[in-house]
């Protein structure tokens, strides 16, 4: 046997090689994807509306460009040379992310979103390649394949967010390249067992009986077409509401959840003061190096995840739970009583209803009350007719409020009370407190942050350097705290200096702000900080939405892909399944539109805007199940 005829598992041996060069894209991707709201407001420390329009661009563009590159691979490159190059782009793509640099980081997603365009159709096209056309193997082909697909998404965000807490950004984001530099190896070395078999060209005896065959009326190619028009309103209704996951949901993940599998006490978060005053007293205030075997240990006696690795229970759910509703709908096949394609839709859109439904009363949880007593607001610091704390920023050229607590912080002015319902992000706190910094300390501060970009831009690559300065209005106790600027920053308080070692970001900027804040209107923002971090609800919630969300999914996206090539007209499939993907890349700019009012509302009142979208879209679609089905002329 020939290697190129080689078979595994009763398939072409090119099916693996296609099968892990698209795991390891998708283990990228996703990996890639989970990290990336985390990192623009964590660590950038951008606003939600910031983050939630970036990421909707960067996913319009990634699942809309997947239609040019499939004309380009067919019009110049071949899907071969278009896989390579798009492989190429993308371990470019995620290298450049690793560098934690912000002209890095939109060089990065150019270059991933190009990647993605050129690998994505045409990784695809080849599966289908690989088989003589009516081979009743081909369906079998792409399970096998969309496997490969969602192992990938499974992964990813396990190992990348696990590289992030762990180690640090670059980690997370270079195993992300690291994984796309591995599927281009595979791809390349496995090139030469990829048989294709091209479409055979009719005899003219086909012909003559092609052209025999009666041809369809044009009102049914006419009524077919509106259909999938109808369909399309529905995808992007769907996608808008399921694309939450990367954003709101991984928020929601990251700063309302207790992530632990077994514990439902929440340990109250921990401020600078702790360690502060554990220094003062002799004790340890560094954790020891852990080495791998302890962490596991740890990890056994309390088992938690990290928040971006509840990006993988969705891809759990795909793998574990696909299979039931292959049986399911065989078994009721067999009954006649599979319900239509346009009805599987309807169960999708009420799944993911449902999916919201059971957030709607984990928010309920969550949105408990904590209250502090302070005697006044500081200057800059307001509140609105019905008590809501805020700041003025401005936006676009114009001034707009910008709430805190997700709009539940309150103040009281008659009993001089500061209340919040739910749990204060740490992000708000950070911000209420920078706020309140003297304004000769905001103005020494901004001269340091270009100072040291000036330092920073001088130096050769690997350079260190230093430079210190004297710093006015800093309380007795300050001190250097939080996740970046100890990075950068040391305090000598017997000198009353602060040293710069590297360039300040902003997130370094608001927490060295927030460390010299009015001192009574810190002390009440830490305990509310501490108190209401108790109210984070169990991640069983999110386990049972993603749960619900992929039954959603399952009854919707698989089904519609497959009734697009049923109802397009034979010539034009090709436009239509670009109409799908377009479809799609609408939806993901529409869910980041929706994203960007996250923190505008209350989690509750958020959660329910999409449990009422998709049920009345749901009913929507459950009215015109009859006149679709007549419109479908026969098709299943």
Same mark, same amino acid.
Request: glycine share 8%; hydrophobic share 50%.
């Given at each position: 046997?020939?290697?190129?005829?080689?078979?595994?598992?009763?398939? *072409?041996?090119?099916?693996?090689?296609?099968?892990?060069?698209?795991?390891?894209?998708?283990?990228?991707?996703?990996?890639?994807?989970?990290?990336?709201?985390?990192?623009?407001?964590?660590?950038?420390?951008?606003?939600?509306?910031?983050?939630?329009?970036?990421?909707?661009?960067?996913?319009?563009?990634?699942?809309?460009?997947?239609?040019?590159?499939?004309?380009?691979?067919?019009?110049?490159?071949?899907?071969?040379?278009?896989?390579?190059?798009?492989?190429?782009?993308?371990?470019?793509?995620?290298?450049?992310?690793?560098?934690?640099?912000?002209?890095?980081?939109?060089?990065?997603?150019?270059?991933?979103?190009?990647?993605?365009?050129?690998?994505?159709?045409?990784?695809?096209?080849?599966?289908?390649?690989?088989?003589?056309?009516?081979?009743?193997?081909?369906?079998?082909?792409?399970?096998?394949?969309?496997?490969?697909?969602?192992?990938?998404?499974?992964?990813?965000?396990?190992?990348?967010?696990?590289?992030?807490?762990?180690?640090?950004?670059?980690?997370?984001?270079?195993?992300?390249?690291?994984?796309?530099?591995?599927?281009?190896?595979?791809?390349?070395?496995?090139?030469?067992?990829?048989?294709?078999?091209?479409?055979?060209?009719?005899?003219?005896?086909?012909?003559?009986?092609?052209?025999?065959?009666?041809?369809?009326?044009?009102?049914?190619?006419?009524?077919?077409?509106?259909?999938?028009?109808?369909?399309?309103?529905?995808?992007?209704?769907?996608?808008?509401?399921?694309?939450?996951?990367?954003?709101?949901?991984?928020?929601?993940?990251?700063?309302?959840?207790?992530?632990?599998?077994?514990?439902?006490?929440?340990?109250?978060?921990?401020?600078?003061?702790?360690?502060?005053?554990?220094?003062?007293?002799?004790?340890?205030?560094?954790?020891?190096?852990?080495?791998?075997?302890?962490?596991?240990?740890?990890?056994?006696?309390?088992?938690?995840?990290?928040?971006?690795?509840?990006?993988?229970?969705?891809?759990?759910?795909?793998?574990?739970?696909?299979?039931?509703?292959?049986?399911?709908?065989?078994?009721?096949?067999?009954?006649?009583?599979?319900?239509?394609?346009?009805?599987?839709?309807?169960?999708?859109?009420?799944?993911?209803?449902?999916?919201?439904?059971?957030?709607?009363?984990?928010?309920?949880?969550?949105?408990?009350?904590?209250?502090?007593?302070?005697?006044?607001?500081?200057?800059?610091?307001?509140?609105?007719?019905?008590?809501?704390?805020?700041?003025?920023?401005?936006?676009?050229?114009?001034?707009?409020?910008?709430?805190?607590?997700?709009?539940?912080?309150?103040?009281?002015?008659?009993?001089?009370?500061?209340?919040?319902?739910?749990?204060?992000?740490?992000?708000?706190?950070?911000?209420?407190?920078?706020?309140?910094?003297?304004?000769?300390?905001?103005?020494?501060?901004?001269?340091?942050?270009?100072?040291?970009?000036?330092?920073?831009?001088?130096?050769?690559?690997?350079?260190?350097?230093?430079?210190?300065?004297?710093?006015?209005?800093?309380?007795?106790?300050?001190?250097?705290?939080?996740?970046?600027?100890?990075?950068?920053?040391?305090?000598?308080?017997?000198?009353?200096?602060?040293?710069?070692?590297?360039?300040?970001?902003?997130?370094?900027?608001?927490?060295?702000?927030?460390?010299?804040?009015? *001192?009574?209107?810190?002390?009440?923002?830490?305990?509310?900080?501490?108190?209401?971090?108790?109210?984070?609800?169990?991640?069983?919630?999110?386990?049972?939405?993603?749960?619900?969300?992929?039954?959603?999914?399952?009854?919707?996206?698989?089904?519609?892909?497959?009734?697009?090539?049923?109802?397009?007209?034979?010539?034009?499939?090709?436009?239509?399944?670009?109409?799908?993907?377009?479809?799609?890349?609408?939806?993901?700019?529409?869910?980041?539109?929706?994203?960007?009012?996250?923190?505008?509302?209350?989690?509750?009142?958020?959660?329910?805007?999409?449990?009422?979208?998709?049920?009345?879209?749901?009913?929507?679609?459950?009215?015109?199940?009859?006149?679709?089905?007549?419109?479908?002329?026969?098709?299943?």
């Amino acid at each position: 046997m020939s290697v190129k005829s080689r078979t595994i598992f009763g398939h *072409p041996a090119g099916l693996y090689v296609l099968f892990f060069t698209e795991l390891w894209e998708r283990f990228s991707f996703y990996g890639m994807k989970t990290l990336l709201v985390l990192y623009m407001i964590n660590h950038f420390f951008w606003s939600q509306e910031r983050a939630s329009d970036l990421l909707g661009w960067y996913a319009f563009l990634a699942y809309g460009l997947p239609v040019v590159g499939g004309f380009v691979a067919d019009r110049w490159l071949g899907a071969r040379r278009a896989v390579v190059f798009g492989a190429i782009l993308l371990s470019a793509g995620h290298i450049c992310m690793a560098i934690e640099s912000m002209p890095f980081f939109y060089t990065a997603l150019g270059l991933i979103i190009a990647g993605v365009g050129l690998l994505k159709p045409n990784v695809s096209t080849q599966v289908g390649a690989l088989y003589k056309p009516g081979d009743p193997r081909r369906d079998g082909a792409f399970t096998i394949f969309y496997m490969g697909i969602n192992l990938g998404a499974l992964i990813g965000p396990l190992l990348c967010d696990w590289l992030r807490v762990n180690h640090g950004w670059s980690w997370g984001f270079g195993a992300a390249g690291v994984g796309m530099i591995l599927g281009l190896i595979v791809y390349v070395i496995g090139q030469k067992i990829l048989v294709e078999f091209n479409q055979e060209v009719p005899t003219e005896e086909q012909q003559a009986e092609a052209a025999a065959r009666p041809q369809h009326p044009p009102h049914v190619v006419r009524d077919r077409i509106i259909v999938l028009l109808v369909v399309f309103a529905f995808i992007i209704l769907f996608w808008t509401a399921f694309e939450q996951s990367p954003n709101a949901m991984l928020v929601w993940a990251d700063k309302h959840t207790n992530l632990s599998l077994t514990s439902v006490e929440v340990e109250p978060a921990s401020i600078e003061e702790a360690a502060s005053q554990a220094e003062a007293s002799g004790a340890a205030t560094t954790e020891q190096p852990r080495g791998l075997g302890t962490r596991i240990a740890d990890w056994l006696r309390d088992p938690r995840m990290s928040s971006g690795q509840t990006q993988a229970f969705n891809p759990f759910f795909i793998i574990t739970v696909a299979p039931i509703f292959a049986f399911l709908w065989v078994w009721l096949d067999r009954r006649k009583l599979q319900p239509s394609t346009p009805m599987k839709m309807v169960l999708g859109l009420v799944g993911v209803a449902l999916a919201f439904g059971v957030m709607w009363p984990a928010a309920h949880f969550e949105n408990r009350a904590s209250s502090v007593q302070l005697a006044a607001l500081p200057a800059g610091i307001s509140t609105d007719e019905q008590g809501r704390v805020y700041i003025v920023e401005t936006m676009k050229g114009s001034e707009e409020r910008v709430y805190f607590g997700l709009t539940r912080l309150h103040y009281d002015a008659d009993r001089q009370v500061l209340e919040l319902n739910g749990v204060l992000p740490d992000l708000d706190r950070l911000r209420l407190l920078s706020e309140t910094a003297p304004a000769d300390f905001k103005r020494t501060v901004e001269g340091l942050v270009t100072r040291s970009e000036e330092q920073a831009s001088a130096a050769r690559i690997g350079e260190s350097w230093e430079f210190a300065e004297e710093l006015p209005s800093v309380p007795p106790d300050f001190r250097i705290a939080g996740t970046e600027a100890p990075k950068m920053l040391s305090w000598d308080a017997d000198m009353g200096t602060l040293t710069v070692t590297d360039k300040i970001n902003e997130r370094a900027k608001v927490e060295l702000l927030a460390a010299a804040a009015q *001192p009574d209107f810190k002390q009440a923002v830490d305990a509310l900080y501490v108190n209401s971090s108790r109210f984070k609800v169990s991640v069983w919630w999110l386990i049972g939405f993603y749960l619900v969300l992929t039954m959603g999914e399952l009854c919707l996206s698989p089904v519609g892909l497959s009734l697009v090539t049923k109802l397009a007209p034979p010539k034009h499939v090709g436009l239509f399944m670009g109409g799908w993907f377009l479809a799609t890349a609408i939806a993901e700019k529409l869910a980041q539109v929706f994203g960007a009012y996250w923190g505008k509302m209350p989690p509750a009142d958020y959660f329910l805007i999409f449990v009422v979208m998709c049920a009345v879209g749901g009913l929507l679609l459950a009215l015109l199940v009859r006149p679709l089905k007549r419109m479908m002329h026969g098709v299943q």
